[in-house]
């Protein structure tokens, strides 16, 4: 254990239960914390900084929270699909419970996603809803994060239960690729790609900055989301345990 | 500002999303403390030698 490469020791260490409490209730804090700082500096951008869109007027201010929490949407399930894989192929614990965190968030940034993508088409397409293949495979997608939910809660055994919805998440990649490339592949009420992370964006670089400024942020607190709600699963998973017991008279 | 009402409810609904991102987990974990807190009550109040014979004998 001595000759071992410390950044596979800390992994090793990570899988404890106690140690993973620690990690996460030090640093939850810290992803929420700075998350929201770097998001409130892209709502300021978003919203006080960057000129209105000579077409669509200020409606396109939508657009930054519209497209991180799009981008989230499709990220966390990816995130979630190979914490779950890791956890089927080698029953590491830590894995599904990352994994289970994952699909709450998920699922909030799909709805952000469909609630504010429905906000701007009232004004800008005249309806609240269309049929349109990009939004009808997101919210296929919210199904499936909803599926994975589910599944984890009906299930007694937390890690019989972790396994199943593990394997939904699994299955449900496949969405990934259709969301992603559902305006090149059929006829979409919903613009094409504006915004590239490699090549130019046809995006004006002068409305750029807020929306990448925001990017960071959701990311950020993500990372402290997903830190406090594996926290609070593994308390559950480990309730009865000592160390449980013996943290929680401590006041924490 | 143009489509105001439209701009309010879609950064209303983000930060109403992200309220209870935030407050989910803490609530949970400080339910998961107090259980904690609770069995730890129960386990203190108990005899510290039961009587197993007892048991045992029936």
């Known amino acids: 254990m001595s000759d071992m490469n410390p950044v596979i020791r800390w992994f090793h260490q990570l899988g404890s239960p106690p140690y993973f409490d620690r990690f996460a209730a ?12 770097v998001m409130a500096w892209g709502v300021y951008g978003a919203l006080f900084q960057v000129p209105a869109d000579y077409q669509q007027g200020d409606s396109f201010r939508i657009l930054y929270i519209h497209v991180p929490a799009a981008w989230m949407s499709l990220l966390v399930f990816a995130l979630m699909a190979l914490y779950s894989a890791i956890a089927l192929i080698w029953r590491i614990k830590l894995c599904e419970i990352l994994a289970m965190a ?18 701007w088409g009232k004004p800008m397409w005249g309806t609240w809803w269309d049929w349109d293949p990009r939004l009808t495979s997101q919210l296929v997608l919210l199904f499936l994060y909803l599926g994975v939910i589910g599944l984890y809660h009906a299930i007694d055994d937390r890690r019989t239960a972790a396994r199943a919805a593990g394997l939904l998440a699994l299955v449900g990649v496949v969405m990934l690729p259709v969301i992603r490339y559902s305006v090149v592949w059929w006829n979409s ?28 942020g959701t990311k950020l607190w993500f990372a402290g ?8 699963d593994n308390l559950q998973r480990e ?14 | ?14 930060a109403v999303m992200l309220a209870w991102d935030y407050l989910a987990p803490r609530f949970a974990i400080a339910r998961q403390l107090r259980a904690a807190r609770r069995l730890a009550a129960r386990r203190a109040a108990r005899p510290d030698t039961p009587d197993r014979s007892t048991e045992l004998g029936r």
């Open chain 1, 189 to 216: 009420l919903h613009q094409g790609q504006t915004i590239r992370v490699f090549g130019e964006s046809s995006m004006d670089p002068s409305m750029l900055p807020p929306l990448v400024w925001m990017l960071v």
């Open chain 1, 239 to 252: 309730a009865g345990k000592d160390w449980v017991r013996r943290m929680a008279g401590a006041g924490t």
């Open chain 1, 225 to 232: 989301s997903l830190l406090a709600r594996a926290r609070a």
């Open chain 1, 102 to 119: 994952c699909a709450p968030i998920g699922a909030a940034f799909t709805a952000v996603t469909l609630a504010t993508g429905s906000i």
């Open chain 1, 26 to 37: 030090r640093w939850a804090p810290w992803g929420y914390g700075v998350g929201a700082v």
């Open chain 2, 1 to 14: 500002m143009s489509y105001r009402e439209y701009v309010i409810a879609a950064y209303a609904v983000f």
